[in-house]
């Protein structure tokens, strides 16, 4: 999209909302998936958000987050962007700018993670409404053990066929082959037999009163601290319906801004108050913590693969994407060595 064509369309929303035709438009740095727009005119300001689209990713991203927004606001979930409006067919969404400090690991706190754990009880407090029906699973949504653990060996099974295919660095290409690869084929060799040994269910999925919502890449990487103090929790393209397990996992171990484990316990037993079997819940956790270090650190080579380095040009340009890429391979080699000890720093802190 030209910036004559942005401005073109985008007036149709802006519009919509006030705004001045001399409204100027700039870009924001920082987005992974698509671009974010600072527009403003007179005392107007708000953000626009130009969603990624591609043959090859068929995630409707425009409509899973604006319709998510538009059901947390309408429920009363003010520590999100108020969602304004939004076009389907040119794929832009226009949002509540909000204009907070970025958090960073060193300046987490108790306070900050009660604020995420109340964002997601407040949320699904609301999961028995006739708008709750009407959100769709959330991207890659799993609702048995087994299906966690087909995830990852098909991630990692991408990953392979790249290597393949030369389209990976030698560098990745070596971290794939000789740590990735061999590190998941004895996690999941490990994770099968402690699943048998607890006679946990793993093909049974569970049932919808065991579902919940989920923001979905949802962790202080996609948050921003008022000025208020409110923390204001962004981005849910990925979100919907999804197995508690997978959001706390994913919680704890995005790398960009970790959540230290001394909150693990508090977190995951205010979660679960509610399951009817909090044990096995718990267990389901356990056992997937090791299968999500492996996820995340496929994860983090999504930018080697085909679609993933579109995306990631899309957002962030073909200069500073390649400086991601050096950068993501050494996260994912950091996330991968923390696997073994997974199990000792998160549940032996009771």
Request: hydrophobic share 40%.
């Amino acid at each position: 999209m030209t910036d004559a064509s942005l401005r073109e369309t985008s007036w149709k929303l802006l519009a919509k909302e006030g705004f001045a035709k001399d409204f100027t438009v700039e870009l924001l740095k920082g987005g992974k998936n698509n671009r974010v727009y600072r527009v403003a005119s007179s005392e107007k300001v708000a953000l626009l958000k130009a969603y990624f689209r591609h043959p090859g990713d068929p995630r409707d991203r425009f409509s899973t987050e604006f319709n998510f927004s538009l059901f947390a606001w309408s429920n009363g979930l003010s520590c999100i962007p108020k969602p304004l409006h939004g076009c389907q067919e040119s794929g832009l969404a226009l949002y509540e700018f909000v204009d907070g400090e970025k958090l960073t690991a060193s300046k987490l706190s108790a306070d900050a993670v009660r604020a995420a754990r109340g964002f997601f009880k407040e949320l699904n407090s609301h999961r028995l409404s006739p708008q709750a029906t009407e959100l769709q699973p959330a991207s890659e949504a799993c609702f048995s053990l087994a299906s966690h653990i087909q995830l990852v060996d098909q991630r990692v099974s991408r990953l392979l066929a790249a290597s393949k295919q030369s389209a990976l660095s030698p560098e990745a290409e070596e971290f794939v082959h000789s740590k990735l690869a061999k590190t998941w084929a004895l996690v999941s060799a490990s994770t099968s037999k402690l699943i048998r040994q607890l006679d946990l269910p793993y093909a049974v999925e569970l049932a919808p009163d065991s579902r919940r919502l989920s923001p979905s890449d949802f962790g202080f990487h996609n948050a921003l601290r008022r000025s208020s103090g409110q923390i204001c929790f962004l981005d849910f393209e990925y979100s919907g319906w999804d197995d508690i397990a997978k959001t706390t996992c994913d919680f704890f171990l995005q790398p960009a801004v970790p959540v230290p484990a001394e909150f693990f316990n508090d977190f995951v037993e205010e979660l679960l108050e509610d399951f009817a079997d909090r044990h096995l819940e718990r267990e389901r956790i356990r056992v997937l913590l090791p299968v999500y270090h492996v996820k995340w650190a496929c994860i983090l080579m999504n930018d080697f693969l085909p679609v993933g380095g579109i995306r990631r040009g899309f957002s962030l340009g073909l200069e500073e994407d390649q400086e991601r890429r050096i950068e993501q391979l050494r996260l994912a080699e950091a996330v991968l060595k923390q696997v073994e000890s997974a199990e000792e720093r998160y549940f032996c802190r009771a």
